[in-house]
């Protein structure tokens, strides 16, 4: 595509953003700044916290480094460079064990070498005291998240892209590294989950299918959490997102975002006790164990669905951003954080009635968010530091950023930021 052929369509686009923008300044309400903004790497991609070592720690998807934040203060602590193995290598997850003070971040990149597979996968591991590198580890694969089983010293990787159509959790011990077993999951496995009561791990599989279409329906591998077994694989809808762990009641949550509904799986036996209604889209989800409630991110109706999550029964909608994409929740505070996409800003609701407590202005692309219950603040990832925009239309600015990285290409995109939220007020 030409450059004038990007400007007529930057043009066009820009004219359905002013739009859209200005219906939704006149119904939004008004979004209030962050406490801080806090520059990161390029497209950064996932955001752990060590609460009991205050820090956090982004990981920079297209420069391979990792952004180490004081949580207290708000402010980046140093930034690691890390070498993944494989060609054109990019981080994508990360997950904490706080117990030992570890923390796993994984990538992949291509390789030729592998019989199996056409990516490889690294596994860094980070001292999360001392914020520095302990040691790398490969697997084959491509990464698609990490969990960490703090009671069994276990970290699950998860990776796809193998020649038998099927994923792999790789079961690593959360001291050494070393790989205790690969076992087979479903095929294009999306995320995981640890129920630490109940000693089990979900898989949320989207399954394939030859066609292209989107109307096979989903599996979720469920596996014993101590030694890596697999206890039972359940059906569930059509294109499954997400999962969450209700662990006082033995409940896990998937979304099925082409089904538009919420599967109730009972984490301990694997079998799904309940199918139930969400909105139009259903993606990220939350849950506040003490409020008994489930909080679900409906992409295409802009809305939060909250949840029964003893039993899954429907209690009420809530209005919040444009795209909302990501959810976490402060059970302390009892208040969930919702990020939404398109509007550049974080819904906060109180987890027990469901109100909007306030919206608070983010970065662009929020993609990931994280929540320290000692500080009782919330961290937002973006992939664009312009958090205070000289435009008050998110749109506009949206679209202009994403016309700009087309042409300026890779080398030359943004930095990403973290926004800190104060959940306390």
Known sequence: MTRRALWWVGIGTLLVGVTCDAIWQR??????????????????????????????FAVNNLDNT?????????????????????????LQAIAVDTRIGRAY?????????????????TVVILDTRRAGVVKSVSLPGLVRGVAVDDRTGRVFVLVDGNAMNHGDVAVLDATTGGLLRTVPV????????VDDRAGRLLVVNQGMSTSGSLTIRGTVSVLD???????????????PMDVAIDARTGRAFISNSVSDTISVIDTRGG????????????DAMAVDEQAGHLFVTNVAANTVSMLDARGGAFLRTVHVGLRPLVATVDTRTHRVLVANDVSGTAT??????GLVVRTVRVGLDPVDAAVDERTGRAFVLNLSADGARPSSLPLVNRIRALVG?????PAREPTGSVNVIDMTR
């Not at 971040?105 to 996968?121: H, I, L, N």
């Not at 906060?348 to 009635?353: I, M």
């Open 271 to 282: 079998r799904v006790l309940a199918t139930v209604a969400a909105g139009r889209q259903p």
């Open 405 to 409: 990285r087309i042409v300026a290409g």
């Open 348 to 353: 906060v609701l109180d987890s027990a009635t």
């Open 105 to 121: 971040a994984a990538g992949s990149g291509f390789t030729f070498k592998s019989p199996t597979s056409a990516f490889v996968s």
């Open 186 to 193: 479903g095929a294009s496995p999306v995320a995981l989950a």
């Open 27 to 56: 119904n939004g309400p008004t979004a209030i700044d962050p406490l801080a903004t806090v520059a990161v790497g390029r497209r950064p991609a996932a955001l752990a916290l060590d609460d009991r070592t205050g820090r956090a």
């Open 66 to 90: 990792i952004s180490v934040l004081d949580t207290h203060r708000g402010q980046l602590v140093r930034t690691l460079s890390v070498r993944p193995y494989g060609l054109r290598p990019a």
């Open 225 to 239: 959490a101590r030694n890596g077994q697999l206890v039972r694989s359940v059906t569930v809808g059509q294109r």
